[in-house]
């Protein structure tokens, strides 16, 4: 079946610091490859995705690229900020009867100190 | 902009008692679902449901749970009889169908079984 694993948590960084969350996955066939966020009291949120091999998502200064041959999806920040303290979640899907059926990562806790 | 809205954001229960869960999602979405995350697990996909029925679920959603669209604009989640091994934070999430796993999530419902 399929499965993502995520690098443990929590994180903890300063603020302007550079971020990287791990993410490797187990999929059948194709899949497409996203990162949520949970911001406190929110519901999860898409933050980007790629559909493809070598594609690279990106989104508020978020970058991802999905990697066919090392079966991973890290993600990365330059500098982050405060703000940026969530839940980050890997997640993948195997699209066409399963279009809303994601398979997540356990979820990482990243906080931001000024 | 628009929002999936769940209620209630806490509920307890006690064991062997019915609970329905209520969400709204995103006026113009046809795909709707049902995720939960045990406290220190993974998110987990329970069921989808498009054009007035379930699309697919998972090995968890057994008969004891289930879930329709009422009105044409809520979605619930009725558990008949619920266990402790129940307790989660229960995510609904809608889709508009034209993205592969482009979901909008809820803020959540907690269960809580004594």
């Known amino acids: 079946g399929n499965s993502v694993t995520q690098m443990e948590g929590p994180v903890t960084l300063s603020e302007e610091a550079f971020l990287t969350i791990n993410c490797t996955y187990t999929a059948t066939g194709y899949p497409s490859l996203f990162w949520y966020v949970q911001y406190p009291g929110e519901g999860l949120q898409l933050l980007l995705k790629a559909t493809k091999a070598d594609d690279k998502g990106s989104n508020k200064g978020f970058e991802a690229t999905y990697r066919k041959e090392t079966t991973s999806f890290h993600l990365e920040k330059g500098s982050v900020q405060v703000s940026d303290s969530a839940v980050y979640f890997c997640?993948?899907?195997?699209?066409?009867?399963?279009?809303?059926?994601?398979?997540f990562g356990q979820g990482t806790i990243l906080t931001v100190h000024p | 902009e628009p929002e999936v809205t769940q209620t209630p954001s806490h509920q307890v229960t006690q064991m062997g008692q019915e609970v329905i869960l209520r969400c709204v999602p995103i006026s113009n979405h046809l795909y709707f679902y049902w995720y939960r995350q045990i406290l220190g697990q993974k998110v987990e996909f329970l069921v989808s449901?498009?054009?007035?029925?379930?699309?697919?679920k998972s090995e968890i959603f057994d008969d004891q749970f289930s879930v329709e669209r009422p009105d044409g604009s809520n979605f619930t989640l009725k558990i008949r009889s619920t266990k402790l091994e129940d307790s989660a934070m229960y995510f609904c999430?809608?889709?508009?169908?034209?993205?592969?796993?482009?979901?909008?999530f809820g803020e959540g419902s907690r269960l809580t079984v004594l």
């Open positions: 997640a993948l899907t195997a699209g066409g009867t399963s279009y809303g059926k994601l398979t």
């Open positions: 999430a809608s889709g508009s169908g034209r993205a592969v796993g482009e979901l909008f």
């Open positions: 449901f498009y054009n007035n029925e379930i699309s697919e």
